[in-house]
Structure formats: C-alpha cells, structure tokens
C-alpha cells in the first residue's frame, strides 16, 4: 500500500529524473504533447498514452508523467526510434490507431482476444486484474455485494466489458465516464455506487488522498491480463519490433525493475 509520503517521494523523484532528461520539453506536456529523442530526418512516430490514468499516465503540475510514459521513453531511447506522445482520453485511443492518425498506444491497454481483431500487441510489459472502488461506509467486500448497484467504468475498457458481459447476472446499472478521475468523483459524490479499475490504478488513487471515503472494496473481480504496447493490425510492424527490442533491453539492464518499483512499489501489484 503506498502512503501519501510515499506517493510525494515518488513524484519528488519523478521530478529530479525529468529534470535531468534533457531530451524532454516540458513547456509541451503542457499542451497534451510530449516529444522525446530527437534525430534528425528520422521519422516521428505519434504515439497516444491515455491523459488520466495514475501512476501509469497522468498529469501532474502540467506535467506528463508515470511508468507507461517512461517505459515509452527508456524503450525509444534503447531501440532508436522518434515520438511524440499525446494524452487522450482512452476512448479515442484505439478508433485513432485503427484510423491511421496515430502509430501507436502506450495506455495501459490490455491484450484481449476481441482487440487482437483490430490491434497488434507487443509482448505483455506489465499483467493486472481489476479491482472495485466503493465508498468505506458501504461496506462492500463481495462481488455480490454489488448486486443492484450503480457501476461506473470507463469508456470503451476493458472495465466496461467485463460489467457488461460477466456483472449481467449481478443486474448493474452502468455509468460510463471518459476518465478514471470522473469514475472516482462519481462514487465520492453518490452518482454512483463504485467503479470498476485496474488494480494498479484503482490502489494508486485511493491512496493518493485526492479522493477521501473511498477504499479498496475489492481488490481483484476478475482475471489476470497483460499490458501491451498496440499498433493498427498489420500496420507499423517495425514499430511493434522496435518496441519489443527496446523493452527486452530495459528489461535486461534492470531499468525496467526500476520503473515498476518507482511507480508501483517495492514489489509489481495486481
Ligand atoms: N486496461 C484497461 C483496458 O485495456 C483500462 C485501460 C485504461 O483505462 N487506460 O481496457
């Protein structure tokens, strides 16, 4: 469990390696947009991560950060290759890459069978399950505990499926937001009765202080799923290559362990 001190050492941290990274604008996180290594004549990949999704993307001061930012960053820098990264909401993430209006996505986006489909993924860099958020004095610690109930998920998720297709017995009642902070402010206030995350992030925001009342009701509904880097099916392969290269390098040189633990914890959560 992270503690609010602990939260602040990380971003104090984040703060100090940003600082030193001279290939990073910070003035452009601002506007959505980040760029990173920079050759010239080298084509510039546009490359999405999702704009709120603590501590694997999200703003914070204006500032663009967490794992799946810097994962991005450590791979590029390993394989050689040029981006500029864009947060979006995660709804417009994959219909963008389908589209051809971006190379890429770095957003947490799991590797499901129904996405093969459409999507190409890199091999898995981080596996989780997902969690529900509810308010404490509800006192939910069962999945039958949400019989009835209002759920809020998030647009076009893996969270929304799986309250589709397996919470149909449990007869919720669906909310959909564009973001995981709208999910959380919709519990806090009574819109809704909890909300549907990953674990990683459901456990990062509830600790994080920025949403009191809130807790941890059940950490795991379902299975187990990988993260994947994702291009359009049968399009930007040497991108995917790229990506699986570089990530088998920072894996190698202990980098990618370091990632994990600043962001995550001592050990990798699910
Ligand atoms: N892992 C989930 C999915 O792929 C949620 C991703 C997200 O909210 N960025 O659907």
Redesign the pocket.
Known sequence: MWTIKQILAGIKALFIVVGCCGCCSLAAAESATAPATASANAYVYRIAC?DN?PP?SFFHNGELMGLDVEILQAVAQEAGFDYTLQALP?DVIVPRLVAGRLDGAI????I?ENRKEILDFSDGYLSCGLAAVARVQDEISRLVDLKDKRGAV?K????S?FAEVDGQNLNLQLHYYDS?DQMARAVMSGKADFYLE?YP?AAYMVNSGLYPGLELALPRVNGV?D?GFAVAKGKQQELLEKFNYGLHLIEKSGEYERLVKKYLGEKPQR
């Open positions: 999702d999704f694997l995660f957003a947490g986006l799991s499901l998030k076009g998720t893996l969270s499926l995981s990953d992030v799923h993260y």
